[in-house]
């Protein structure tokens, strides 16, 4: 298995420009989950998908940010338009519901995303 | 609301000595409970997981955590630390209505020489 895959690995814009992120789930995995890290606020879960729908989007930091999970294997993540205090690390974890709750999230290696 | 409180955000301590790394959480319902590693320049990975049963759980490189229901706590403990134990950890809860998934701010373990 090549495990959660995102893209870019780095990303450098400048304000006011439009960011995607993407990710690629585990096969199998029904639950999707978007985090940033940064050094204040540390992780911080944005939102997260069961089954390519959202179920909890009240991490999402305002109206600029959208997250979109178009089928089991794809998941974008877009800033419109991107600000400096959008610069952090961002991580997209994978995991299944299983009888006992045991699955672990599998996380992706993150997007650092700098904003000048 | 779940939240989860890790009270050190950096915790150094001397090649070989013990380490413990303090995790707090409140929820109103019950949770399942996780410690994550996060080696630099790398997504987390998970340490240790408690679900049921019994209340100390381990991990194959001799970290260890007790569910402390009382105190709601899940402290890691490490009895003898390593260089390569530096790394930052997370610790986090999952609530088994929604399956929400949250983290504290994490504790950078600094070992020493």
């Known amino acids: 298995d090549a495990g959660v895959i995102q893209s870019p690995r780095h990303e450098v814009t400048e304000m006011g420009q439009e960011v995607t992120l993407r990710c690629k789930p585990i096969?199998?995995?029904?639950?999707l989950f978007w985090y940033r890290q940064t050094m204040m606020r540390g992780l911080e879960l944005l939102i997260y998908?069961?089954?390519?729908?959202?179920?909890?989007d009240s991490g999402m930091p305002e109206d600029r940010f959208s997250a979109k999970m178009p089928n089991a294997s794809f998941s974008t993540l877009k800033i419109q338009p991107s600000e400096p205090r959008d610069s952090a690390v961002y991580f997209c974890?994978?995991?299944?519901?299983?009888?006992?709750?045991?699955?672990?999230?599998?996380f992706g290696n993150g997007t650092r995303l700098t904003v000048t | 609301a779940q939240s989860v409180t890790q009270l050190d955000s950096q915790v150094p301590v001397f090649e070989e000595a013990p380490v413990e790394l303090r995790c707090n959480y409140s929820s109103s319902v019950s949770v399942y409970l996780f410690w994550y590693v996060q080696y630099p320049n790398q997504g987390l990975q998970l340490l240790l997981k408690y679900l049921s049963g019994s209340t100390l759980v381990e991990s194959i490189n001799g970290f260890e955590a007790e569910f402390n229901k009382s105190q709601t706590s899940f402290h890691l403990r490490k009895p003898s630390v390593h260089i390569s134990d530096t790394a930052e950890y997370f610790c986090a809860v999952r609530d088994i209505r929604d399956d929400k998934i949250i983290f504290g701010k994490g504790t950078r373990l600094h070992i020493l020489p």
């Open positions: 096969s199998g995995h029904d639950y």
């Open positions: 974890a994978s995991t299944r519901r299983g009888d006992s709750y045991n699955s672990p999230l599998h």
């Open positions: 998908f069961n089954n390519n729908v959202p179920i909890d």
